[in-house]
């Protein structure tokens, strides 16, 4: 049995964006109106994969946010650099890429822009590089 309850909240924000990432990337053949809640047996495994990616991608959030207010501060990112940089990617100017991955301008960086950046650094929390990273 699995005990999730510290995620379960966030769940099914998690379930959602390994879903629609399956099928964008699947390719399952279904008109829009049945693929929209469906995915074939083939894209399951995708799902699988981006479902893994993006509990991962929690984890990780969840560390450099400490205060769990779902969102990064320029100082909690800052004090975060090290762990990051253990996860595969070297920050030169930490309040210059804070600007780069908060996207929206708002002054955090929300779990979606993480998202975003994460993939496209190809971090990976135990330091090693993905063959297959989605956008």
């Keep these: 049995v699995l005990y999730l309850d510290e995620m379960s909240t966030s769940l099914d924000v998690l379930v959602q964006r ?7 990337r699947g390719g399952t053949g279904a008109d829009d ?11 399951f495994r995708l799902f699988l994969v981006y ?3 993006y509990f991962e991608l929690w984890v990780m959030f969840q560390d450099v946010d400490v205060d769990a207010d779902a969102g990064i ?7 975060a650099i090290p762990t990051i940089e253990e996860w595969g990617v070297r920050i ?11 996207t929206n301008g708002g002054g955090t960086i929300t779990f979606d822009e993480f998202c ?6 190809h971090l990976d929390a135990d ?9």
Aim: cysteine-free; hydrophobic content about 35%.
């Design 51 to 53: 479902l893994y990616d």
């Design 92 to 102: 030169e100017d930490p309040a210059a890429t804070f600007a780069i991955v908060d």
């Design 73 to 79: 501060t320029n100082e909690e990112f800052t004090k």
């Design 33 to 43: 109106s049945i693929k929209k809640d469906r995915i074939s047996i083939d894209d």
């Design 116 to 121: 975003h950046w994460a993939i496209k650094q």
């Design 127 to 135: 330091g090693t590089t993905r063959e297959v990273w989605h956008e």
């Design 18 to 24: 390994a879903f629609a990432s399956a099928q964008e």
